[in-house]
């Protein structure tokens, strides 16, 4: 069963660089977006993924206050960088990356 959820994650990764690859030139701005549960350091660890790279960190709580949204604009060297921070934040508990 791991091994599934392992094979299919890097599917998803290698359609992805593809993507990005085809629709950018590097380099380029790439918005992140993540939704994640509002409790202890979660924000600051995604802020601090992207901690001096000039990123442009937009966060928003939902009415509840539950879930916070994040936005981060910045501009990535290559498909492979935007992959590996998405791989990097991945690691946050809860996070989901839109």
Same mark, same amino acid.
């Given at each position: 069963m791991e &091994?599934?959820?392992e094979k299919?994650?890097?599917e998803f990764?290698?359609?992805l660089k593809v993507e990005l690859d085809n629709s950018n030139t590097w380099p380029a701005e790439y918005l992140y977006k993540f939704i994640m549960?509002?409790?202890?350091? &979660?924000?600051?660890q995604v802020e601090k993924a992207f901690d001096s790279m000039g990123a442009v960190i937009k966060t928003t709580k939902s009415k509840t206050g539950k879930f916070t949204s994040v936005s981060v604009d910045v501009t990535m060297n290559?498909?492979?960088e935007? /992959?590996?921070k998405y791989k990097e934040v991945s690691t946050i508990e809860g /996070?989901?990356?839109l």
């Amino acid at each position: 069963m791991e &091994n599934d959820k392992e094979k299919s994650t890097a599917e998803f990764y290698e359609r992805l660089k593809v993507e990005l690859d085809n629709s950018n030139t590097w380099p380029a701005e790439y918005l992140y977006k993540f939704i994640m549960p509002s409790v202890g350091d &979660n924000v600051e660890q995604v802020e601090k993924a992207f901690d001096s790279m000039g990123a442009v960190i937009k966060t928003t709580k939902s009415k509840t206050g539950k879930f916070t949204s994040v936005s981060v604009d910045v501009t990535m060297n290559s498909a492979d960088e935007v /992959i590996a921070k998405y791989k990097e934040v991945s690691t946050i508990e809860g /996070i989901v990356s839109l």
